[in-house]
């Protein structure tokens, strides 16, 4: 049982051992020193400034392998303080009673200067939030929904921290609402710009607190806050910072950042309108600024390289998405990798070839200005469908696919299951802590939204349990503090499977691992991703079987066990449903959300399809019954109705990352306008078609098949296909980077499985 960090009862002969050879170490050393530095008579003084020192390491710090005592390099440091009393006059005849006092001032004022710059660190993302500019004279009131006048009429006085001490039932009471207002003056940061009143019913009036935040200071408090974070992840032995191209690359993630705004101006004209979007010389400083932010961010990562492979779970944590911008630091970093592996020459011709061409009909077709508010999926979605736009994102994804796969293949051999499997397990338990914690603070809610980049504020009313109040009375959906319910299961189903994997590897279950399996359970539950659950149940006898009861049953008995007694099931339920109405469940939606000035392109190329019978229909019917068995018609049907490509644009795409054109084509404000098409596989049509599209699923079988005996990879992989199918997981940057890696790790190349 561990009684305090560092120190368990099941090591204490090794702590024993280990400080008795420090003492063993440190005695004559402790008594060279005091000798050498009082003179005949000081070893004794030596001695006791050992055991002193030793009692208050522990007392007040230390790591579990730290030995505390009488150092030489501390020798030189003292040392050099006499040589500066000296050199600053201290008359020379002083006795060594009388210089020692000086000599444990200066050290004393050294340590304490140390804790004056952590605290100092502390505080630089503290005190924004107490900025105010209100007099002593006046106090701050509570806000009711009577009066808001004192808050209307003192904008940007009041901080944020003073209106939380004066109402602090908006600490906790969910009818409150904290706001981030990108819009607001550098001067307002920090503090309250206005309140707003919505009147609901008699117990729940809802307040709405706008707090003041700019994107210029966002971007490098946010972008300190982040680098501190990554810097908890333990240094590597050997570093990566001798890359060739780290400066220029450097350079160019910067520049990418700077014309990320250029070409997406049309969003930021309303966060950003201190910037001055004419001016080279406000692109400059927005450039300085991300190279700031850039520059310490590699320097952080090349130190810490061979160990951030095994932290990667911790991204579901910090998207790292500025606030007011549409980037991520997470997806700058990747492509500072990737901008390495393609100076060095790293890259694959075929892959560049297939992409290029791509790319030269994605710029060619785009010749519209269409905005799309990218809403929960800021940090990966294009704002605006415009040559600049669409160029900015073809370029992002080219350089952020070779950089995950530099990421994997510079990492691969320093991969530890292990720590990796528990760094899965304490990610879920914060998350759902997070989640849980967020939903019954508003203040605490705003706080995550704020520094750890989220891309939406967390749930904030509805409680994990919570079932819906109608005739039904179903479960509803639970996200934390992420986007979306259903991607967020996707992550705790995804993290069941892997401690499974790990458990029945190594054949023992460590503490972290029922917190663990705990959390994602509970989590999987909230979400009411039912069919991740389903999923997790039926892959889970499928591992216990194939490792254990493989050579007992068999194989294709089983199989056909499984096929028989799911055909039945979907006999019984389906008995009064007929073939033709599943087929066409889709198509039967579409037509419920068909506009008559829009009939979309793909929908009459399917109605054209059942009246002449043709292959594509059929296809196209197959995938319907996938959506009506995965509870899709209505969404899917939705798309469909309002999906307009051309032939060329259904064959090859409009670009990655483009949902704007798409948007574009309907009035935004309409309650039945388009909607995400809650299908990754969808998205994929938008961004690059079905012909590429199709070839990526051919390569995807055939590396299944090749890998057939990597249960684990089979496993996840196929767990993975399922749910990007049936939403939009992948249009989330951190999903995306996790998925890939998750796939690439996997795999293996030499098709073994890690677990073996």
Same mark, same amino acid.
């Given at each position: 049982m561990a009684l305090i960090n560092g120190f368990h009862l099941k090591n204490i002969r090794g702590d024993v051992l280990g400080g008795l050879?420090?003492?063993?170490?440190? #005695?004559?050393?402790?008594?060279?020193?005091?000798?050498?530095?009082?003179?005949?008579?000081?070893?004794? +003084?030596?001695?006791?400034?050992?055991?002193?020192? =030793?009692?208050?390491?522990?007392?007040?710090?230390?790591?579990?392998?730290?030995?505390?005592?009488?150092?030489?390099?501390?020798?030189?440091?003292?040392?050099?303080?006499?040589?500066? #009393?000296?050199?600053? =006059?201290?008359?020379? &005849?002083?006795s060594i009673e009388q210089i020692l006092p000086l000599v444990m001032a200066s050290v004393v004022f050294g340590g304490l200067f140390q804790i004056l710059f952590g605290i100092l660190v502390i505080l630089l993302f503290l005190l924004p939030w107490f900025n105010t500019d209100l007099q002593n004279e006046y106090s701050v009131p509570k806000v009711s929904q009577e009066d808001v006048t004192f808050f209307e009429i003192n904008p940007c006085k009041i901080s944020l921290i003073q209106f939380m001490f004066s109402n602090v039932e908006s600490i906790y009471q969910n009818h409150f609402y904290f706001r981030a207002n990108d819009k607001s003056s550098m001067k307002c940061f920090g503090r309250i710009t206005g309140v707003t009143v919505i009147q609901g019913d008699e117990l729940q009036t809802q307040f709405f607190?706008?707090?003041?935040?700019?994107? $210029?200071?966002?971007?490098?408090?946010?972008?300190?806050?982040?680098?501190?974070?990554?810097?908890?992840?333990?240094?590597?032995?050997?570093?990566?910072?001798?890359?060739?191209?780290?400066?220029?690359?450097?350079?160019?993630?910067?520049?990418?950042?700077?014309?990320?705004?250029?070409?997406?101006?049309?969003? +930021?004209?309303?966060?950003?309108?201190? *910037?001055?979007?004419a001016s080279l010389r406000s692109y400059f400083l927005i450039f300085l600024a991300f190279l700031l932010i850039s520059k310490n961010l590699i320097d952080v990562y090349d130190l810490r390289s061979e160990n951030m492979i095994?932290?990667?779970?911790?991204?579901?944590?910090?998207?790292?998405? *500025?606030?007011?911008?549409?980037?991520? $630091? @997470? =997806?700058?970093?990747?492509? +500072?990798?990737? #901008?390495?592996?393609?100076?060095?020459?790293? !890259?694959? /011709?075929?892959?560049?070839?297939?992409?290029?061409?791509?790319?030269?009909?994605?710029?060619i077709n785009s010749n519209g200005s269409f905005y799309f508010n990218v809403g929960k999926l800021r940090g990966f979605t294009s704002s605006v469908y415009e040559f600049n736009a669409n160029l900015l994102w073809i370029i992002f994804i080219y350089f952020l696919l070779l950089g995950i796969y530099k990421f994997y293949s510079e990492n691969k051999q320093r991969f530890k299951l292990e720590i990796f499997t528990k760094n899965l397990s304490l990610t879920a338990t914060i998350m759902l802590l997070a989640g849980i914690m967020s939903s019954n603070s508003p203040m605490i809610n705003f706080y995550n939204y704020y520094f750890l980049g989220l891309q939406r504020y967390g749930e904030e009313k509805n409680t994990p349990f919570a079932f819906s109040e109608d005739v039904y009375e179903l479960k509803i959906s639970w996200r934390g503090i992420f986007p979306s319910s259903e991607t967020v299961g996707e992550f705790y189903g995804l993290v069941l499977l892997i401690l499974l994997f790990w458990i029945?590897? !190594?054949?023992?279950?460590?503490?972290?691992?029922?917190? =663990?399996?705990?959390?994602?359970?509970?989590?999987? +539950?909230?979400? &009411?991703?039912?069919?991740?659950?389903?999923?997790?149940? $039926?892959?889970s006898l499928m591992y216990v079987y194939l490792k254990f009861f493989k050579n007992i049953f068999n194989t294709?008995?089983?199989? @056909?066990?499984?096929?028989?007694?799911?055909?039945?099931?979907?006999?019984?339920? #389906?008995? &009064?449903?007929?073939?033709?109405?599943?087929?066409?469940?889709?198509?039967?939606? /579409?037509?419920?959300f068909q506009y008559d000035s829009i009939y979309s392109s793909y929908l009459r190329l399917l109605n054209n399809g059942q009246e002449t019978g043709s292959l594509f229909s059929r296809v196209f019917g197959f995938f319907s019954m996938i959506a009506f068995f995965l509870n899709r018609s209505e969404m899917w049907g939705l798309f469909f109705a309002r999906y307009n490509p051309t032939f060329m644009e259904l064959l090859f795409g409009s670009g990655p990352m483009n949902f704007g054109q798409i948007y574009g084509e309907v009035v935004i404000n309409n309650p039945e306008s388009f909607l995400l098409p809650h299908s990754s596989v969808l998205s994929l049509i938008l961004f690059i078609g079905i012909i590429p599209l199709s070839l990526l699923t051919l390569v995807f079988i055939y590396i299944l098949i090749l890998n057939k005996k990597n249960y684990e990879f089979v496993l996840l992989t196929t767990y993975i296909i399922i749910n990007i199918l049936k939403n939009d997981s992948i249009n989330y940057l951190v999903v995306f980077v996790f998925y890939c890696l998750i796939y690439l790790l996997f795999k293996n190349s030499r098709k073994k499985s890690i677990f073996r």
């Open positions: 050879t420090a003492a063993v170490v440190a #005695l004559p050393l402790a008594l060279a020193f005091g000798n050498a530095a009082l003179g005949p008579g000081g070893a004794i +003084y030596g001695l006791y400034g050992a055991v002193v020192v =030793g009692f208050l390491a522990a007392l007040f710090g230390g790591t579990p392998a730290q030995v505390s005592g009488p150092t030489g390099p501390m020798s030189v440091t003292v040392a050099g303080v006499i040589a500066g #009393l000296a050199a600053a =006059g201290v008359p020379k &005849d002083l607190i706008s707090v003041g935040t700019n994107p $210029l200071i966002n971007l490098i408090l946010q972008g300190l806050f982040w680098i501190l974070l990554i810097s908890i992840v333990p240094k590597s032995k050997n570093s990566l910072s001798n890359y060739k191209f780290k400066n220029i690359s450097i350079f160019l993630v910067s520049y990418l950042f700077t014309y990320s705004v250029y070409a997406e101006s049309r969003y +930021y004209e309303a966060s950003l309108y201190e *910037f001055n979007f095994n932290f990667l779970p911790f991204i579901y944590l910090f998207t790292f998405i *500025f606030s007011g911008f549409n980037y991520s $630091l @997470l =997806g700058a970093l990747f492509v +500072y990798l990737g #901008l390495i592996s393609f100076f060095n020459g790293e !890259s694959k /011709s075929k892959f560049n070839f297939l992409y290029v061409s791509l790319s030269i009909w994605w710029l029945i590897k !190594s054949n023992k279950i460590r503490n972290i691992d029922y917190i =663990g399996v705990i959390s994602a359970s509970l989590g999987l +539950y909230f979400s &009411d991703n039912r069919t991740t659950i389903v999923l997790v149940f $039926l892959f294709k008995f089983i199989l @056909l066990l499984i096929a028989t007694f799911f055909v039945g099931f979907m006999i019984f339920l #389906l008995n &009064d449903t007929s073939y033709k109405f599943i087929s066409n469940s889709i198509i039967s939606q /579409s037509s419920v």
